[in-house]
């Protein structure tokens, strides 16, 4: 590949505390990585999308009528719901993109990835609280946890560090305090190749291994996918607004549902062709961090005009 071809990354993207707070715990909340007029961007496209889909009739993202999708886009589950999970949203709206492409986004999940990426999947959630929230026991509730790749498949190891090939940025658009219902998380389980189900019950007994994200606007909760997360109980009057790009090496499929138009197609400037496209190719191209200690790559990145980009 071309120098012009390759997208000016920050490696490493993490600082050696980030790097050794995800390998430790399989995730790290890394604040300030949008500004609040990002945040605000962002919300608003995402408001217009959800706005636009419930106008169309809360169209299946696995639907094969796709002429039935918004921009691409479809909703995990069709009935109305306090839970919008919209899918495939990568060519929604240019602001979507933004993220999608975003340096430091891309930059963190290729230093955990160990080479060059590609986008596997893009979503958002806007969810409030459950109708019957206040008749439901805290104690008694069960988080909807799940893993997106098993640990054997999904890790290796380099430079005595962790390694994952499938990662995911998920930033909250909208503040998370305790009630707010931030991702919650099973520590530690990205490494614990057993089955799930014990280490959910685990995790219920000494609820200390449930991690919550409890950050400020504008913050990337950055995970590997061998990590047990689900979404958290959200038990206030404010509404959660969160987007997320899933990264995988560049050999990987898309595994979304959405199809991108000739349109768009025709707008993905050559160095971000890996980026919506990847690559058939047995060669991963590593890049890995060789130095817990290395300092971070600290360059500010902004959300920016997607196609524009260095
Ligand atoms: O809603 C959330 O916070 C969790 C999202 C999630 O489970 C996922 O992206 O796999």
Redesign the pocket.
């Known amino acids: 590949m071309s120098a012009e071809e390759q997208m000016d990354l920050p490696f490493p993207a993490l600082t050696p505390a980030q790097r050794l707070h995800l390998d430790v715990f399989g995730y790290v909340v890394i604040e300030d990585t949008l500004t609040t007029q990002e945040c605000g961007v962002l919300i608003e496209a995402l408001q217009r999308l959800k706005h636009d889909l419930i106008e169309a009739g809360r169209p299946s993202s696995r639907t094969d009528e796709e002429e039935t999708k918004v921009r691409g886009a479809g909703l995990a589950d069709s009935r109305p719901a306090h839970h919008d999970?919209m899918r495939d949203i990568e060519q929604a709206d240019p602001a979507i993109t933004a993220y999608i492409t975003h340096p430091r986004m891309v930059g963190m999940a290729a230093e955990i990835i160990g080479g060059e990426v590609r986008m596997v999947e893009s979503?958002a959630?806007i969810?409030s609280r459950a109708p019957d929230w206040e008749a439901l026991d805290a104690d008694a509730h069960r988080f909807?946890f799940?893993r997106?790749t098993d640990v054997p498949f999904g890790s290796h190891s380099r430079h005595g560090l962790y390694h994952c090939n499938f990662v995911?940025t998920?930033t909250n658009l909208t503040d998370l305090g305790p009630d707010d219902?931030?991702?919650?998380v099973i520590a530690g389980s990205h490494k614990m190749d057993l089955p799930p189900e014990q280490l959910i019950e685990c995790a219920y007994q000494d609820r200390s291994l449930i991690h919550q994200?409890v950050a400020p606007a504008g913050s990337t909760l950055l995970f590997v996918?061998p990590l047990i997360?689900?979404?958290?109980r959200l038990i206030c009057e404010r509404e959660?607004v969160?987007i997320?790009t899933?990264y995988g090496p560049a050999q990987f499929p898309y595994w979304g549902d959405g199809e991108l138009t000739e349109e768009f197609k025709a707008q993905i400037p050559p160095n971000q062709h890996l980026l919506f496209h990847g690559r058939q190719n047995w060669n991963r191209r590593t890049l890995e961090r060789q130095d817990l200690m290395t300092p971070a790559d600290s360059r500010r990145f902004e959300l920016g005009e997607w196609n524009k980009r260095d």
């Not at 219902?181 to 919650?184: C, D, F, I, L």
């Not at 997360?229 to 958290?232: E, K």
């Open positions: 999970f979503n959630h969810n909807p799940h997106g995911k998920l219902g931030g991702t919650v994200v996918e997360h689900a979404t958290g959660r969160i997320i899933g």
